[in-house]
């Protein structure tokens, strides 16, 4: 019997784009959890305020460089169920 290795995908994003995130990821195979019911595009959000401020070589896509940010962004966590599923979610999130 061989066992399956499962990667657990944690990523914080923007409110705007956190559709678009996850589409991107159960695209490339994440959130599938097989078994009864064989269920597709499976996570879990939490909604939070992100903070950070850019340093002096940052090229920020929010905020300015030197200046508190603080940002509505969600968390979201989702199952991929081998190394290569969870290599392409990635190489998708950052795409």
Known sequence: MSSVVRFKLIFYVP???LAACKS????????RYPGIGNYTE?????????Q???GNTAKPNIGKVGELEEVQ?????TIC?????AKKAVKALKE
């Open 15 to 17: 409110i705007s784009s």
């Open 24 to 31: 991107a990821v159960f695209a490339a195979g994440a959130g």
């Open 42 to 50: 499976c996570c879990w959000t939490a909604l939070g305020t992100g």
């Open 52 to 54: 950070f401020r850019p």
């Open 73 to 77: 962004e969600a968390r979201v966590e």
């Open 81 to 85: 169920m081998d190394k290569d599923v």
